[in-house]
């Protein structure tokens, strides 16, 4: 499916989400795997200590974004109870790209599309405000899910609004409004909602690999940052 997301957007508009390509110049690849040593010397469970650690390597490294995430394994998620579904099916397998930067910061529709759904995923550890998109693609449907969002970014939309490939519609969320995460921006691409509306997980676990992955393609077609 990864193919057919590149072939579909050959001929597509596309602008950069951020407002500007992000490459190895203004971007840190962030690595939240269980291979990172450094994790372990931070508290997850505590936003200020996790907002601490990913900010002070962008300001160590001279970069503006922080990169990374798409089907990482990742050691993060025992700060929530939400991604445990059950002991055996821990739910830890991110399936979005998060763009980690200032709250505050712009994020612009990527491709033409309109408003699919909208919403407040409130809890610890949840997306926050949320945003889907639906795009077509020729003759086939995607849609963009946005994380992390303000609440402020809520407000005034109406479903199936317009939204042009390029316009500025939300922003990078603060902590705790954000789902009590350092601020970044969630960003997913799914060729089927599977019944959801407003929400769509995030992350799942090794048994449903398979499943995932054949409906949420790597957003990196998107992004234009090349993995290290």
């Known amino acids: 499916m990864e193919k057919s997301l590149k072939l579909l957007i050959q001929e597509e508009q596309v602008f950069p989400l951020m407002g500007k390509f992000l490459d190895r110049g ?18 997850f469970s ?3 200590s996790f907002d601490h650690y990913v900010f002070s390597k962008l300001r160590a490294a001279d970069k503006q974004f922080g990169i990374g995430g798409y089907f990482e394994q990742r050691a993060i998620y025992a700060r929530s109870g939400m991604f445990a579904t059950d002991q055996a099916d821990f739910r830890n397998i991110h399936l979005g790209i998060d763009v980690w930067t200032e709250s505050g910061h712009p994020v612009y529709a990527p491709l033409e599309g309109k408003i699919h759904a909208f919403q407040n995923n409130s809890g610890f550890g949840d997306y926050g405000a949320t945003i889907i ?12 899910l946005y994380g992390h969002l303000a609440l402020k970014d809520l407000e005034g939309l ?8 390029g316009q500025k519609f939300c922003q990078v969320g603060p902590f705790p409004e954000n789902g009590d995460w350092p601020p970044h921006l969630h960003f997913q691409l799914m060729w089927d909602m599977l019944g959801n509306w407003g929400d769509f997980p995030g992350v799942c676990s090794q048994r449903e690999i398979e499943k995932y992955s054949a409906i949420c393609p790597d957003p990196q077609a998107l992004l234009g940052y090349l993995p290290r």
């Not at 203004?26 to 508290?43: C, G, H, I, R, Y």
């Not at 998109?133 to 963009?144: A, F, I, R």
């Open 26 to 43: 203004n971007t840190l690849w962030m690595d939240f795997s269980p291979a990172n040593e450094e994790l372990k010397q931070v508290d």
């Open 46 to 48: 505590d936003t200020l």
């Open 133 to 144: 998109l639906e795009h077509q693609l020729k003759d086939t449907v995607l849609y963009s």
């Open 158 to 165: 109406e479903l199936g609004m317009p939204v042009a490939c």
